[in-house]
């Protein structure tokens, strides 16, 4: 979802496939700069899937509600082969809207990619295969989705996993910090804050942190500094 595109359709691969007739919809597939998480700046192959239940005021993948197309899981798992890349990133709309999902981050794992799943927070991620790092988006009062939040999934979380925030205001830093000192987030997994685009400056959330001492990673996403929110970035 996070840099610069350079897109390819499924080359031959010698690695074998998962001969499953499985289809999900799906928007793109790119390769790109990861723009925010743990291995932001790396380069990462990301798998946009289509559609999500979810209407977050400050959305940057509105395109992603609807279009695409189907592809049978070996078709995008040749895809993803052709970059031949080391991290691969599930990510929508809401990746788990669609229930062979599952095996797409499973089929993924098996191949050797380290796999991460961004995902809203809204939808269940018990199924999700252990082996792939769960970036779970936990929605402030600010996003207008807050009541989406499916806080059973807090105790599903490892070490391995994140939780982001994304603030937009001081309301929203309040209840952030609130909630994860309240669910205790941060002996769970790593916390990331990030600033809502062009409605709170990165300066402003930084200085909150601070005076906090909140133990948190401020992120930003360094893809709406390079590419703004083109598709395929």
């Known amino acids: 979802m996070y840099g610069q595109s350079s897109a390819k359709i499924g080359a031959f691969s010698s690695k074998p496939l998962t001969a499953n007739v499985s289809r999900l919809r799906i928007t793109e597939i790119f390769h790109s700069l990861q723009g925010e998480t743990r291995t932001v700046g790396l380069p990462t ?30 078709d995008i798992l040749a895809q993803v082969d052709d970059y031949d890349p080391r991290f691969v990133t599930v990510t929508g709309g809401e990746p788990l809207a669609q229930k062979p999902c599952l095996e797409l981050l499973s089929a993924l794992c098996d191949r050797g990619y380290e796999v ?11 199924g999700v295969d ?10 402030t009062p600010g996003s207008m989705e807050m009541a989406r939040n499916r806080m059973e999934n807090l105790p599903l979380l490892g070490d391995r996993d994140q939780v982001k925030f994304v603030i937009c205001d001081r309301r929203d830093y309040d209840w952030a910090r609130m909630t994860m000192e309240q669910h205790r987030i941060d002996s769970r997994c790593e916390v990331l804050f990030s600033p809502s685009h062009e409605q709170l400056s990165g300066k402003q959330l930084a200085e909150w942190i601070l005076a906090d001492n909140l133990p948190v990673r401020m992120q930003v996403q360094i893809h709406k500094y390079l590419w703004n929110d083109e598709p395929g970035h």
């Open 116 to 126: 991460s799943l961004e995902t809203s927070g809204a939808m269940d991620v018990s």
């Open 45 to 74: 192959v990301f798998v946009r899937l289509t559609g999500c239940p979810l209407r977050c005021q400050y959305c940057d993948t509105a395109y992603a509600f609807t279009g695409g197309h189907y592809m049978e899981l070996d």
């Open 130 to 139: 252990p082996r792939v790092v769960k970036v779970l988006d936990l929605k």
